[in-house]
């Protein structure tokens, strides 16, 4: 019995190609690179509609480096639990509070409803998570950032090729975070960027620029300066020689992950489940089950990998948050995530749904 495994990169002899031609070149890093890390910023910035790209080597280092632009030293920011570690600790990182909020049941996407009641003098950014793929109702957060002068930095890890309002994702928040982690829609070994949307996008790209490398400015030949602390969060070529082709595959690929998405919606009886959207990329898709546990263990048994999307953040001993998140907690102990990517045939849809149908 072959295993279904929950992610899977689609992948073919283009990325070969690819990587065999960086890997002739001798030049493996971005700054003396091949060019392939300024091609990447280039084509993915058209793809999304943003003004400037600024490639890294993860979504947590896209995550450090947008909230690095922006003075949050004791001062809030607003962000859902249910997201993996690094929405959070970025937030740390920088000398923030995180502000966590509940989010909706619907979409476990922050609940907008409750961001208004969070909001207080001290808040500096609203930090939504578009989770799986489905996008945050960003029409309303963006009307609350504006009406209270905060700024909307979107953690967009797991909606590469998601839209809103019929405009890709990238282009809205003032700057909006990427993972390319092997596990998501656009697969690298490893990757990030940041999409910046203001106004001297190209002055803020110089910044971010030194800042993913050490702070190194200025370079002329072999003189340069630094003018701030920087750290090592550069892309390196063979990283995005693999994002360029799988950039042009993209909306191909996503289009599998709705047809996948769809189907589950249409066809798993379970009531708790993600609900359809022609503007979600489905990174994943969640059902909820009461005895999480025991159907994990049956679906491995048929060969069929699950996941669960997330521990929520604010109950790790590191945040010993005291706030109380009653969706949150629910539905972190009933989650169960199910592959969506573009590897799995029609056979293993069918055999996915009939099993959760039958377990459920
Ligand atoms: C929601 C979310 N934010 C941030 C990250 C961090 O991205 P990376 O693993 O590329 O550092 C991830 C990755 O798993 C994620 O899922």
Request: glycine share 6%.
């Amino acid at each position: 019995m072959s295993k279904i495994k929950l992610f899977d990169p689609f992948v073919d002899e283009s990325e070969t190609r690819a990587i065999k031609r960086v890997l002739d070149s001798h030049f493996w890093a971005s700054g003396a690179g091949s060019g392939n890390v300024k091609r990447f910023e280039m084509k993915f910035a058209k793809y999304i509609g943003s003004k400037n790209c600024v490639a890294v080597n993860s979504g947590t280092a896209a995550l450090n480096l947008a909230l690095s632009m922006i003075d949050i030293k004791g001062k809030e920011v607003i962000l859902p639990s249910l997201s993996f570690v690094s929405t959070a600790n970025a937030v740390i990182e920088n000398g923030g509070i995180p502000k966590f909020v509940d989010i909706e049941e619907k979409t476990l996407c922050i609940d907008y409803t409750k961001i208004c009641d969070a909001i207080s003098k001290k808040t500096k950014i609203i930090l939504p998570v578009h989770f799986a793929g489905y996008v945050s109702n960003l029409e309303k957060i963006a009307s609350l950032c504006k009406k209270f002068n905060i700024d909307l930095i979107e953690d967009a890890a797991h909606a590469a090729g998601s839209s809103y309002n019929n405009k890709k994702i990238g282009s809205h928040g003032k700057f909006v975070c990427f993972s390319f982690h092997p596990v998501k829609n656009l697969a690298m070994p490893t990757g990030g960027l940041i999409a910046i949307n203001q106004k001297s996008s190209s002055n803020i790209s110089r910044i971010l620029k030194a800042k993913r490398w050490c702070g190194i400015t200025n370079r002329r030949n072999s003189k340069y300066d630094i003018k701030d602390l920087g750290w090592n969060y550069y892309m390196n070529e063979f990283s995005a020689a693999i994002g360029l082709e799988q950039l042009k595959k993209l909306d191909w690929t996503n289009k599998q992950r709705q047809k996948n998405g769809k189907r589950y919606f249409n066809e798993i009886s379970i009531k708790e489940k993600m609900p359809f959207d022609k503007g979600c990329s489905y990174h994943f898709y969640w059902i909820r089950v009461k005895n999480r546990q025991k159907f994990r263990k049956k679906m491995f048994e048929k060969g069929i990998e699950t996941g669960t999307h997330y521990e929520p953040i604010h109950k790790f001993s590191f945040y010993k948050s005291k706030i109380k998140l009653p969706i949150t907690e629910k539905v972190s102990k009933e989650i169960v995530t199910l592959p969506t990517h573009p590897n799995l045939s029609d056979y293993d849809i069918d055999k996915i749904i009939k099993t959760v149908n039958g377990l459920s």
